[in-house]
């Protein structure tokens, strides 16, 4: 039943996932074995995370990791670390993560987890990046594809292709980036990851619309929404609904704008996620007649 909710996760049908994970993780704690319970709950904790719902993801992970812990699970350890370095990189606490970040790498090198280490080379790269420092960012970034690329783990051979397109899109240099982020949408078309192929449509979306290219942006947001709503990702949903608010009314249409940031409003205050203030100031600006939002 895990094993089933690891791959419609996969295949980003989140909600399918989460279903066969609580029934995994019944069966585990009926038959009292600790380390499949630890297991299921870190897999809806990242279940969650990929939905956008972060605070419960939280709490899944500090669940799993207690578990890990009491039975000397270093894997899992690393692992649940990881998702909650994963989670406060969300919530904006950067500093935290790092901290969640580097005690994962370490495990992960210790036990000569090569996936696990990639990923938290990744995640550290996220993380420089929500400081500012997109050169380090990068560094984590390169060496991260390097183990991905070398194991065949495709899903995060696109992952780490993607953020160094975000990287590259941070220093201005948006056609690099553009370059990153069509190799990222074609593994992940041809993994089938609906959740990372919505992701890489919106990154080609806010490139366009750097370029000054808005109805390519706009129909690159579209289909990034319409694959959201496909697979329940609420949080990004919001995110591109939020984005095409901000063309609608680069545009001067306000009352698009408006029903735009309203819907997204809504979602964000639904999942108790910080982009709600973002987007509350949006309408406020709107109803004071400040048209000078800059874009998304």
Not at 229 to 236: A, L, V, W
Request: glycine content about 14%.
């Amino acid at each position: 039943m895990g094993n089933l909710g690891s791959a419609y996760a996969d295949l980003g049908e989140v909600r399918l996932a989460i279903e066969y994970y609580e029934t995994a993780l019944e069966v585990a704690r009926e038959i009292g074995d600790c380390r499949g319970e630890g297991n299921r709950l870190g897999n809806l904790g990242s279940a969650y995370i990929d939905l956008g719902e972060v605070r419960r993801a939280i709490e899944y992970y500090e669940t799993a990791l207690e578990i890990a812990r009491e039975i000397g699970d270093r894997r899992g350890q690393g692992d649940w670390l990881g998702g909650l370095g994963l989670s406060y990189t969300y919530l904006g606490e950067v500093r935290r993560a790092i901290e969640y970040y580097e005690a994962a790498l370490e495990i992960a090198r210790e036990i000569g987890d090569r996936s696990g280490e990639g990923t938290r080379l990744g995640n550290l790269g996220l993380a420089y990046a929500d400081l500012g420092e997109v050169r380090q960012a990068i560094e984590y970034y390169e060496q991260a594809l390097e183990i991905d690329r070398e194991i065949g783990a495709r899903r995060g051979e696109g992952v780490w292709l993607d953020n160094l397109g975000n990287a590259y899109a941070d220093l201005g240099e948006v056609q690099r980036a553009i370059e990153y982020y069509d190799a990222a949408l074609e593994i992940a078309r041809g993994i089938r990851d609906r959740h990372n192929e919505g992701n890489w449509l919106g990154g080609l979306g806010n490139a366009y619309a750097d370029l000054g290219e808005v109805w390519r942006a706009i129909e690159y947001y579209e289909t990034a929404l319409e694959v959201a709503r496909e697979i329940g990702h609420r949080c990004n949903e919001g995110i591109w609904l939020d984005n095409l608010g901000l063309l609608a009314e680069e545009q001067g249409d306000l009352a698009r704008a408006r029903k735009l940031w309203e819907q997204a409003l809504r979602i964000f205050e639904d999942i108790e996620d910080p982009y709600a203030e973002r987007v509350r100031d949006w309408l406020a600006a709107l109803e004071e007649g400040d048209a000078d939002f800059g874009t998304g």
